[in-house]
């Protein structure tokens, strides 16, 4: 039994379809991450999971227990569900120290003192807290503030917790280990995490599986890697990674890029007709040698940039601008010089 399941659930405000016939299962234990731009519905979705927003349709289940359901007028209400929520805007209060934050949603609960302190320990431990227990957050780093919030999230020993982009009001460096200790706390505490975020890396790197949505609508659903190699649709395509689009003429199956007249790949599928898009990620394009005319398509190299052991560079081909990244230890043209590229994995889209 999945403990999660969205079936067929819709919200709307208004004129806007903030979530369109949403359906889903996340499994006990799972990361499980909503990626998508600003605007697409992750939070919607979230917060539709919490409790604190009603489903114009559709029904929501947890381990086969129905929370939320439009046809039969029923909800549970969010302190019933017992989920831990981290929120973009975590709201630590400025007024209590550290454990008095996290001993909050135990008390409103009422559970017994002994419980309360047996878990607020617990909580600060596993978060690092412990020695700073009495402080007041004001005084605290952003990473500790965080740390604070989903310790509070622990402290109810929740077995979902909800994260709605827990980490993007933290630094650069910061977020990245703070990444590292989510995934540590449900290591050790087992519980199922709903994460959302509108940063494909930060999906890539904590999610057993994620969907993609754009527009309120699932665009995917799978592993990252999954995803990242074969994306359903052009959407998904470039939101994860970066991507190169070029359009091509197709002849016989085989296809050309504007301005050029050599064969860039083959293999495109005879319902796209005789115009098509090849997609392309920067790190799928070779510099081969100008002896290699077998599918050998002739470039100019119009800048390089140094990215640490990476090296990006902007290429003209016929028409098209494109993007190739390497390892800085290939063999790569200079600024300015002709080269021959070859696209080793591509994919193809309606023009
Ligand atoms: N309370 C609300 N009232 C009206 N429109 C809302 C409300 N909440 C969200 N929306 C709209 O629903 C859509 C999805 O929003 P949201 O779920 O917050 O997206 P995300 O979290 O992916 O950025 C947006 O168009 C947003 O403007
Ligand atoms: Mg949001």
Request: charged content about 25%; proline content about 5%.
């Amino acid at each position: 039994m999945s403990q999660l399941e969205l079936i067929d659930v819709t919200k709307r405000f208004g004129d806007v379809t903030a979530v369109n016939r949403l359906n889903l299962r996340v499994e006990k234990g799972e990361c499980f991450s909503f990626l998508g731009p600003s605007g697409c519905g992750k939070t919607t979705t979230l917060r539709m999971i919490a409790g604190f927003e009603d489903l114009d349709e559709g029904e929501l289940r947890v381990e086969g227990s129905v929370y939320s359901s439009s046809f039969k007028k029923f909800y549970i209400p969010p302190e019933k569900r017992d989920f831990g929520m981290v929120f973009q805007a975590f709201a630590v209060w400025p007024h209590l120290t550290v454990r008095e934050n996290v001993a909050f949603p135990l008390r409103i609960r009422h559970r017994p003192r002994h419980e309360i302190e047996e878990r607020v320990k617990m909580a600060l431990t596993s978060t690092n807290l412990l020695k700073i227990q009495d402080s007041y957050p004001g005084r605290l780093s952003g990473g500790e503030q965080q740390r604070i919030a989903l310790a509070r999230a622990i402290a109810i020993n929740p077995k979902v917790m909800l994260l709605d982009e827990p980490l993007s009001n933290l630094d650069a460096k910061l977020r990245e280990e703070m990444r590292f200790e989510i995934k540590d706390l449900q290591k050790r505490f087992g519980f199922t995490i709903i994460y959302v975020t509108h940063d494909q890396a930060e999906a890539m790197a904590l999610s057993d599986r994620m969907l993609v949505m754009d527009n309120g609508v699932v665009q995917q659903i799978g592993k990252p890697l999954e995803i990242y190699h074969k994306p359903a649709n052009r959407f998904v395509f470039s939101f994860i990674g970066l991507s190169n689009f070029i359009p091509v003429s197709v002849r016989d199956g085989a296809a050309i890029i504007d301005g050029t007249d050599r064969i860039a790949a083959e293999g495109v599928p005879p319902e796209l007709g005789s115009r098509a898009v090849m997609a392309c990620r920067p790190s799928d394009i070779s510099f081969v040698p100008e002896s290699e005319t077998e599918r050998a398509v002739p470039a100019v190299l119009l800048r390089r940039t140094y990215l640490g052991d990476i090296v990006d560079m902007k290429l003209k081909v016929g028409a098209a601008e494109l993007r190739v990244q390497k390892h800085v230890k290939n063999a790569l043209p200079q600024e300015g010089e002709r080269c021959f590229i070859r696209f080793n994995s591509v994919l193809w889209y309606k023009d």
